[in-house]
């Protein structure tokens, strides 16, 4: 079922409340007027996003930091992002950020930051099971961005397959 973007990044935004006025973090929103919809499950895509912003915010404890949340379409496809201007993560490490249980090797000088490296498996996970993709891009103490996209057609395939579920019995068996 199709939900809406802005809305699904209002409930990750009121979860995270006090961890964003704690760290003083600025969160920029850069949508579009329109409200954008995606088809597909809206509790996966508040994981997807909240493990993002979470991540953000987690690896960054400073003051100051800013996250944008945004998204946009095309006639192809819909792009959701999450960047932040933080440490960032360094490009031998970039490869394998989304592997199960990876999490980028500290200096003995920084502070421990907990987390089981599990996050952005399940979120690479998600986005590939609604027929998208996930990339990132880091330029360490500049941009870190994550970047999900998902085609028409696979919003169209599950919506198809969505509609299929929800017929009633007597009209799937009929013809
Ligand atoms: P979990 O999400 O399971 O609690 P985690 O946050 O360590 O643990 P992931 O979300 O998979 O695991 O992230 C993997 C690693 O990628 C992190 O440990 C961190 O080193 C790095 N990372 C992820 N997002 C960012 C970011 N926005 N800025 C800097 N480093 C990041
Ligand atoms: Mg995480």
């Known amino acids: 079922k199709p939900f809406r973007i802005r809305s699904c990044v209002s409930d990750v935004l009121e979860r995270l409340e006090s961890v964003i006025h704690n760290q003083q973090a600025t969160i920029k929103i850069d ?20 493990n993002l912003v979470e991540n953000a915010l987690k690896q960054n404890p400073r003051a100051g930091l800013t996250v944008t949340v945004g998204c946009s379409c ?36 920084q502070e421990e930051i907990k987390g089981t490296g599990l996050g952005l498996s399940i979120v690479k996970r998600a986005v590939e099971a609604h027929g998208g993709s996930i990339r990132v891009s880091s330029t360490p103490g500049q941009e870190t961005r994550f970047t999900m996209e998902v085609p028409r ?13 929800s017929l009633p019995e007597l009209q799937k068996t009929e013809g």
């Open 153 to 165: 057609d696979a919003e169209a395939r599950l919506l198809a397959e969505a509609e299929a579920n």
């Open 74 to 109: 095309t006639d192809e496809s819909t792009q959701i992002w999450v960047a932040d201007d933080g440490v960032g993560i360094p490009s031998a490490d970039l490869p394998h950020i989304f592997r199960r249980f990876y999490r980028v090797e500290k200096h003995h000088s």
């Open 31 to 50: 949508m579009p007027d329109i409200d954008l919809s995606l088809a597909g499950d809206r509790f996966y895509w508040t994981q997807v996003l909240f």
